[in-house]
């Protein structure tokens, strides 16, 4: 049996589906139950980071501070993570991370900007810090780019690096070629973190454990932007079946989905036609919100938005852009 680390967003990752409003009851109370589950890392905070609360991508319901307090109190076993993007979060927010007892803590790149990471994972290497980098949006760069810009956050201090599939456009194909290239250019574990878009989230993850990924994300119930995440509660089985061992309780894990489904979100995800559309286009789920109310009101067809924004390879942090594109394809409309 080969082990996997299973790394668990769904106090982070999941708040994009409830525009960051999850709550201190809630919070402490998934964390209890995965804590309770065995699972080994659970990662908390904004949707889009530490630093991240704010008008243009939402403001959250519980501040960085009670929110990394909160789920550290609450958490006997398993380590704590935190997650951060330059340009929303800072030095002083790592700084605060580290005190709350944050033992992981990732940053977030667009995958072939990798430099803007090099000034904080240095800074958290000083720190004596467990850091680790991922790669967004890496549909947008090939496996060799991809190996590449992995090797350059390892020489930043980065102790683990990898990839997410943030629009949920891979297939498993896809997934084999890109861990491996990475797998190859590195020595440190692999992370693969997957979006359910078109429904191959479950076999994206485990291709690539299959090819040398160490670190495998899943949220509760998939609970996450658009179609949402890795199902963390079927991902763990059917790794358990194809060989691979996470230390996790099956009966505990499930215990925490039916609480993350009762307590966290409305409903479970799932891979509805915008999802879709948002994974053929290549763009980052979370933008179904901001892409729903504008094109509504503009009377324009989202889907036209997503694939408009796909050709553009909009980001994450570009949520301006959907503005601009509604407005352009209502005049194209109106023109016509």
Same mark, same amino acid.
């Given at each position: 049996?080969?082990?996997?680390?299973?790394?668990?967003?769904?106090?982070?990752?999941?708040?994009?589906?409830?525009?960051?409003?999850?709550?201190?009851?809630?919070?402490?109370?998934?964390?209890?139950?995965?804590?309770?589950?065995?699972?080994?890392?659970?990662?908390?905070?904004?949707?889009?980071?530490?630093?991240?609360?704010?008008?243009?991508?939402?403001?959250?319901?519980?501040?960085?501070?009670?929110?990394?307090?909160?789920?550290?109190?609450?958490?006997?076993?398993?380590?704590?993570?935190?997650?951060?993007?330059?340009?929303?979060?800072?030095?002083?927010?790592?700084?605060?991370?580290?005190?709350?007892?944050?033992?992981?803590?990732?940053?977030?790149?667009?995958?072939?900007?990798?430099?803007?990471?090099?000034?904080?994972?240095?800074?958290?290497?000083?720190?004596?810090?467990?850091?680790?980098?991922?790669?967004?949006?890496?549909?947008?760069?090939?496996?060799?780019? $991809?190996?590449?810009?992995? @090797?350059?956050? !390892?020489?930043?201090? &980065?102790? =683990?690096? %990898? *990839?997410? #599939?943030?629009?949920?456009?891979?297939?498993?194909?896809?997934?084999?070629?890109?861990?491996?290239?990475?797998?190859?250019?590195?020595?440190?574990?692999?992370?693969?973190?997957?979006?359910?878009? $078109?429904?191959?989230?479950? @076999?994206?993850? !485990?291709?690539?454990? &299959?090819? =040398?990924? %160490? *670190?495998? #994300?899943?949220?509760?119930?998939?609970?996450?932007?658009?179609?949402?995440?890795?199902?963390?509660?079927?991902?763990?089985?059917?790794?358990?079946?194809?060989?691979?061992?996470?230390?996790?309780? $099956?009966?505990?894990?499930?215990?925490?989905?039916?609480?993350?489904?009762?307590?966290?979100?409305?409903?479970?995800?799932?891979?509805?036609?915008?999802?879709?559309?948002?994974?053929?286009?290549?763009?980052?789920?979370?933008?179904?919100?901001?892409?729903?109310?504008?094109?509504?009101?503009?009377?324009?067809?989202?889907?036209?938005?997503?694939?408009?924004?796909?050709?553009?390879?909009?980001?994450?942090?570009?949520?301006?852009?959907?503005?601009?594109?509604?407005?352009?394809?209502?005049?194209?409309?109106?023109?016509?």
């Amino acid at each position: 049996m080969t082990p996997v680390v299973i790394h668990d967003p769904t106090l982070r990752d999941g708040q994009h589906a409830v525009r960051h409003q999850l709550g201190v009851t809630a919070l402490r109370g998934y964390a209890e139950a995965a804590d309770a589950a065995g699972i080994p890392v659970v990662e908390v905070g904004h949707g889009n980071g530490l630093g991240a609360s704010s008008i243009q991508v939402g403001q959250a319901a519980v501040s960085d501070d009670l929110m990394l307090s909160t789920v550290r109190e609450a958490l006997r076993h398993s380590q704590m993570a935190v997650f951060m993007l330059p340009g929303w979060g800072t030095s002083s927010d790592l700084r605060k991370a580290i005190a709350h007892g944050a033992d992981i803590i990732r940053i977030g790149v667009h995958c072939t900007e990798t430099s803007l990471a090099e000034r904080h994972l240095g800074f958290l290497a000083e720190a004596g810090a467990e850091a680790h980098c991922v790669l967004m949006m890496s549909h947008m760069a090939t496996p060799e780019q $991809l190996a590449e810009q992995a @090797a350059a956050v !390892v020489g930043y201090g &980065a102790r =683990g690096v %990898g *990839i997410m #599939d943030s629009a949920g456009y891979f297939l498993p194909d896809d997934v084999t070629e890109r861990i491996r290239a990475i797998a190859s250019a590195v020595d440190v574990p692999v992370i693969f973190h997957g979006h359910n878009n $078109l429904g191959m989230a479950v @076999a994206n993850s !485990v291709a690539a454990a &299959a090819a =040398g990924a %160490g *670190i495998i #994300d899943g949220c509760a119930r998939g609970f996450g932007a658009g179609a949402g995440n890795t199902q963390l509660e079927v991902l763990v089985p059917v790794l358990e079946r194809t060989g691979f061992t996470t230390g996790i309780d $099956l009966y505990g894990l499930l215990d925490a989905a039916e609480f993350a489904e009762r307590e966290l979100m409305p409903a479970p995800p799932f891979t509805g036609s915008l999802s879709i559309v948002s994974g053929l286009a290549g763009v980052f789920s979370g933008f179904k919100h901001q892409v729903l109310e504008s094109s509504g009101r503009a009377g324009v067809d989202p889907r036209d938005v997503f694939f408009e924004l796909g050709r553009r390879q909009a980001i994450a942090g570009q949520e301006d852009l959907i503005v601009d594109v509604v407005a352009e394809l209502s005049a194209r409309e109106v023109a016509g």
